[in-house]
């Protein structure tokens, strides 16, 4: 097989996955039915990170055909119909526990049910959104459209660009207006980047924030621990 660079959903590391950490294989469906052959593969991915070493379990399925190539038969797969990624149970990644825990609900669940019903995912992900705003900003309004105009002069300008940028978006910009619990007809596409937006803003809020005052509290430390020297020196 030939290396891949993957994130792993555990430890959220980036690492280039080769043959030790790989295993796949391959069942097909030969027997006649109405929808013609079909692969099945399972995957099994470990992490190299050696803090992590957890692994991963997804599942393929595809169309296939019995095929004359050249010198011999094969299958030779067709169109990927379905992916399930069974271990862990969703793409969701693992955000540290000092971001409110309904608001890490609402988003595990927004991925876990995004393929089974995009509607409840994009639901929930607007809630996380406004649930968000509401107390990361303390900006509280009726509907979620007031609160996203409310931060636009507080928020960094490339973050607001992507927040925008979802508002223009088919149903979900069309929608923004009304109340957060309507649900409203959006496709897996459209619930992806919902998720993916309500992951860059636990990052460029509560992270950012997190680690910013990590590192000026050690400075703070620093400076205190010079001074505490400096009077002992005396
Ligand atoms: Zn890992």
Redesign the pocket.
């Known amino acids: 097989m030939k290396p891949f660079k993957r994130k792993?959903?555990?430890?959220?590391?980036y690492?280039t996955i080769k043959d030790d950490n790989f295993h796949q294989s391959v069942t097909y469906l030969t027997i006649e039915n109405a929808s013609k052959d079909k692969s099945l593969y399972n995957e099994f991915i470990v992490?190299?990170?050696p803090?992590?070493?957890?692994y991963t379990l997804t599942a393929y399925i595809f169309d296939t055909k019995y095929t004359y190539t050249g010198n011999r038969y094969e299958y030779v797969d067709g169109k990927l119909l379905k992916e399930w990624n069974l271990i862990p149970n969703s793409q969701a990644q693992v955000f540290p526990d000092y971001i409110p825990k309904p608001l890490i609900t609402d988003y595990e669940e927004a991925c876990s049910i995004k393929e089974l019903s995009p509607k409840a995912s994009a639901t929930l992900s607007r809630r996380c959104l406004q649930g968000m705003i509401r107390d990361f900003w303390k900006i509280s309004k009726p509907r979620l459209v007031d609160e996203i105009n409310a931060i636009e002069d507080k928020v960094d300008p490339l973050t607001w660009k992507s927040i925008d940028a979802i508002r223009k978006i088919g149903n979900i910009g069309a929608h923004m207006e009304k109340d957060i619990n309507l649900i409203i007809d959006v496709d897996p596409n459209e619930a992806q980047m919902l998720i993916e937006l309500i992951e860059l803003l636990f990052n460029e809020w509560y992270i950012n924030r997190f680690e910013r005052e990590e590192r000026l509290n050690k400075i703070i430390g620093i400076s205190k621990s010079k001074e505490v020297d400096k009077a002992e020196k005396k």
Do not use: E, G, L
């Not at 792993?8 to 590391?13: A, D, S």
């Not at 803090?51 to 957890?54: F, G, Q, R």
């Open positions: 792993c959903p555990y430890c959220n590391t690492s992490c190299p990170n803090d992590c070493n957890k």
